[in-house]
Each structure stands twice: as structure tokens, then as C-alpha cells.
């Protein structure tokens, strides 16, 4: 286990579906992630949430829709995704304090395709 | 602009034999380096990070990296390479003084030790 927990693992949908992903960590952090990751290229940086306010948003297309209810959740809302949306989304939480250099801790992902 | 580059697709090397895994970076001032392993159908999981000091930094299954201010460099290293290495590797770099909140990826470098 690696502390951050993210359902489901695999999900295929439509254009015009609506879902959401989950996001759960263990860990006692105060800064969760989403992040997307697509092949040969850097992992892009879609939103984080410090203390369960939005602090970075990434120029993120409006259908994606995150939600941080509390310290230890954090959701990703899908809806009309594109095709080029397919990727592998990543949660991270982690500890920020003064100094930043904390790392990030990861979940498994879940692999988004859209059909 | 800020990046990090890894210029190097994918890395070859018989196991038992030494392995570098090269990183560069563009990023202003003294930023954090991170070095994250990711296996097949996992998350990243955090390897090592250097913050200040000795230019050698020791991290986790005997991986070492060497930071090189001049170079901006900060190359990932093992004496000797194991088949169960063969993973795709991510340099990471935080600029200080952000918050703590932007991690910058580079692409990442598949290795394939082989037996």
C-alpha cells in the first residue's frame, strides 16, 4: 500500500458521460494533487489543494471539476471528456511546510480511457 | 521557461554493470531535486532528494545521484544494476520559495537491465 488510494484503477467512458474519481490518503498530509500523465511526456500538474483550498489550477479545460472536502479526499469530476483526455490521472498528497521540499507521495493512478 | 530535461528515452545496461540515468534542469536560483521510480501499473514512488550540502546523495535500493550546480545536473546513479530495476525513472525539480506546491517533471527514461 502505498498510503494514497485512488478508485477505480480502470475506467472507460463515453463523451458524454459524467464520473468522477477518487481520491484517499492515509498519510496525515496537508496538500493533495491531481496530476496527469501521458506517454514520453512530463507528468502535468492539474490542480492542488493546501488545507483543502484550491491553490493551483493549471489551465485545466472546465470539464474536468476537482473537489477537496476534506484534508484526506479529493475527487475528480469528469464530464464531455475528449478523447485526448485518455491518460493515466495520478493523486499526490503531501506534507508542505516551510521549507517545500517535502516529497510527493503517490496512488496507483487510474487509467482513463474515453471512447 | 522553467523545465527539466532527461534526454535520454531509454537506458540499456546488463545487470551487475553500473548505470547512469542523466538529468538537466532550467530552473532559476536553487531549486529542490528529486529523483521518482515508477513500475508498470503503479504510481511514482519517491527515490531520493537533494536539498543542500554533499554534491553525492543516497537514496533508497542503493541509488545514489550527483548533483552538479555548474552543470545543472543531477544524474541518477547505481554501481551495480539489478534486473528488478528496470523501471521508468522521473527527475523532478521545486523551485524554493513557491510554496511547495510546483513540482516540475522531466519526460522520464525507461531502463531495462538485462540478466
Known amino acids: 500500500e502505498t498510503g494514497v488510494t485512488q478508485t477505480p484503477r480502470h475506467l472507460v467512458m463515453g463523451m458524454t458521460n459524467k464520473k468522477s474519481l477518487k481520491c484517499e490518503q492515509h498519510?496525515?498530509?496537508?496538500?493533495m494533487y491531481w496530476y496527469k500523465q501521458s506517454a514520453k511526456k512530463p507528468l502535468e500538474l492539474m490542480f492542488v489543494?493546501?488545507?483543502?483550498?484550491?491553490?493551483e489550477n493549471n489551465s485545466v479545460p472546465s470539464r474536468f471539476s476537482p473537489e477537496c472536502p476534506n484534508s484526506s479526499h479529493l475527487f475528480l469530476h469528469l464530464h464531455t471528456l475528449q478523447p485526448e483526455d485518455s491518460a493515466l490521472y495520478l493523486c499526490?498528497?503531501?506534507?508542505?511546510?516551510?521549507?517545500?521540499?517535502?516529497?510527493?507521495?503517490f496512488g496507483n493512478g487510474t487509467r482513463l480511457t474515453v471512447t | 521557461a522553467q523545465s527539466v530535461a532527461q534526454p535520454e528515452d531509454q537506458v540499456n545496461v546488463a545487470e551487475g554493470n553500473p548505470l547512469t540515468v542523466k538529468c538537466t534542469y532550467s530552473v532559476s536560483g536553487n531549486p529542490y531535486l528529486f529523483w521518482y521510480v515508477q513500475y508498470p501499473n503503479r504510481g511514482l514512488q519517491f527515490l531520493l532528494k537533494?536539498?543542500?550540502?554533499?554534491?553525492l546523495v543516497k537514496g533508497s535500493y542503493g541509488f545514489e545521484a550527483e548533483f552538479n550546480k555548474s552543470q545543472t545536473s543531477f544524474h541518477l546513479k547505481k554501481p551495480s544494476a539489478l534486473v528488478s530495476d528496470s523501471a521508468l525513472y522521473f527527475c523532478a525539480v521545486r523551485p524554493r520559495n513557491t510554496g511547495g506546491f510546483k513540482t516540475i517533471f522531466g519526460a522520464g527514461t525507461r531502463l531495462f537491465v538485462k540478466a
Open positions: 489543494y493546501s488545507l483543502e483550498e484550491r491553490v
Open positions: 499526490a498528497s503531501s506534507h508542505n511546510r516551510d521549507e517545500d521540499n517535502s516529497p510527493l507521495h
Open positions: 537533494y536539498i543542500t550540502g554533499d554534491n
Open positions: 498519510l496525515g498530509h496537508n496538500a
